[in-house]
């Protein structure tokens, strides 16, 4: 029977099946960070049990870490989570990227650039935004600490066999427009519920033609259309990523492991639960303006009116978004001020991001009004793109240039946007408070945030300057 | 955990959509390493001002829902991050069952682990129980066994919930306990695939 690359993977990693149960699931790689985890740990000492394969666990230290004066950690009580995971660690023989490990970064971005990531694998974290190693043609996703604990202690999991929906994004993808505005558009007029219950697979040739790292910005994003996982079939751009890096085979047993990967595709034939499609001749650059990543637009875009929406319920989201956010319904988004810009985050913080938004701000300005930060999204990242300058375009153009991490996109250490401010943002959320009590986000490609710090307000990257290549 | 099956309640009608597990515990309380005391800050940011004094209009702050074990609101209730803090923080609160037209997976899966009783119900179902205890206190009444809510005036609505999870809250059972019967099958699966 054909089948879709979703059934395949999941299909090969059944341990034990039996009807009116969910399927006992085997995982492969177990990537672990230090918010999510302690409870697990705690709970296995409580019990009386070891780590069943540590060689399958990676853990790093990413959301708590300062982005500046490293390794200081002013809150005692980040500073014990941050000790607690190294502690853990070493205990169960679990190997760590901590704080000033050249490795270190945020663990989705960490895990394709060591190559732990690779097609047809399984892999979880306690972290919604697993989703990211998607990309590669692994079944990944997002799990909680009761589970973490329980992947510890048993590499397994139990799970219901989720639906399969294809995302087919026809046709190519216009000057400017970039991976993240494929998926904000994608959430946008599918909505942040979309996904429920369902693995989706991106199809079509606007995805066919990324790269690793822009597909990886696209199955980041979709937990945010409420998916259990996104993933991208793997092809030779997959094939020549993972080459040569560090976890993937090497030698015979490279080109063995590529012919097995290539193999995963969907079958011709194969049916989904569910066909979605957009065009990509559709998609603008991206500006969200409310407070779910759906609330976005197409940067010529106006913010939609409640009498754009037919049910109380939304009308009244509208309303309360318009407050929250401070703004009003109906006007341009180019109208919007902003005084932050956060270029990071596991979306959009690896070197062909930097690169983007390096390509808007290089000789230019940062606005009066405006605090821009980069974050490069690992240590590795950061020093690829000092080695080719662009710290300097960066600081040279007003932006801070700071030490990897999550830092801004949720704000769980000192980079915070104070409340009533608003960050034109690289991440991936714009609830309420996400980047700090009171803050408010806007969600934006790297390119897009760049010309937002230099302008003070959003503008349409494809039209500031003719001669910046994005 | 703490075993579930009939629970009697009035409930606190949340009349919100899309509710992110960002408001229902913030991150700066994310940093605790135990699993406990999280229900103080359940929905920090809508519960307080930020000059910490209490937002009387939020509904958790309205005396008449005090002691109410059963949240409802509407649909894609704990979408977002995979935080279990989320839960734990519903629970600590003293809530055992939400009722939402539908829920984000992650979050879903979470409560089991838990001892909470996720209930999907239809969206005319969810208004009616939101109109009514928005109104005044109204008291529901959940069996897991029968899966049934029935609402103070007569109304009784069935839900679905898959066998395994079911069972898994009746007996409050702890599942890794559970997944060691199957090590054999593990260590098989891990031969056949070295």
Known sequence: MAKTIIEKIWDEHIVYEEEGKPDLLYIDLHLIHEVTSPQAFEGLRLANRKVRRPDLCFATMDHNVPTKNLPVINDPIAKKQITTLAKNCEEFGVQLADMEHPDQGIVHIIGPELGLTQPGKTIV????????????????????????????????????????????????????????????????????????????????????????EERMTICNMSIEAGAKAGLIGPDETTINYLRGRRYAPQGEEFEAAAERWLALNTDEGAVYDQVLEIHADEIEPFVTWGTNPSMGSGISANIPTTADYVSETDKSALRSAMEYMGLEEGMALTDIEIQHAFIGSCTNARL????AAANVVK????????????????????KQAEDIGLDKIFTDAGFEWRESGCSMCLAMNDDVVPAGERCASTSNRNFEGRQGAGSRTHLVSPSMAAAAALHGHFVDVRKIDAAVQI | MEPINKIESVLTPLDKNNVDTD?????????????????????????????????????L????????????????????????????????????????????????????????LPITLSVAEIDEFLHKGKEAPYTLTVSLEDQTVAGEDG?????????????????????????????DKITEYEQKHA
């Open chain 1, 363 to 382: 000789g230019k300005h940062v606005h009066p009004t405006v605090t821009a930060i980069v974050v490069p999204g690992s240590r590795t990242v950061k």
């Open chain 2, 155 to 183: 109304s009784v609505y069935s839900f679905n919930i898959d066998p395994y999870s079911k069972k898994m809250l009746l007996n409050g059972w702890d599942e890794i306990s559970l997944t060691f019967q199957y090590e």
């Open chain 2, 23 to 59: 408001q229902i515990i913030s991150k700066e309380f994310l940093k605790r390493i135990e699993r406990t005391g999280f229900g103080q800050y359940l929905f920090y940011h809508w519960r307080f001002h930020a000059d910490g004094t209490k937002n009387e209009e939020f509904v």
């Open chain 1, 125 to 212: 974290c306690g972290d919604s935004h697993t989703s990211t190693h998607g990309a590669f043609g692994a079944i990944a996703f997002g799990i909680g600490t009761s589970e973490v604990e329980h992947v510890l202690s048993t590499q397994t999991l139990w799970q219901g066999k989720p639906k399969t929906m294809e995302i087919r994004v026809t046709g190519k993808i216009g000057f400017g427009v970039t991976a993240k505005d494929i998926i904000l558009a994608i959430i946008s007029k599918f909505g942040i519920g979309v996904g429920t219950g369902h693995i989706v697979e991106y199809t079509g040739e606007a995805i066919r033609g990324l790269t690793m």
């Open chain 2, 61 to 116: 702050n309205d005396p008449r829902y005090d002691g109410s074990t059963i949240l409802v609101a509407h649909e894609n209730f704990g979408c977002g991050s995979s935080r279990e803090h989320a839960p734990w923080a519903i629970l600590d609160y003293g809530f055992r069952v939400v009722i939402a037209p539908s829920f984000a997976d992650i979050f879903y899966s979470n409560c089991f682990k838990n001892g909470i």
């Open chain 1, 352 to 355: 062909s991001d930097l690169e």
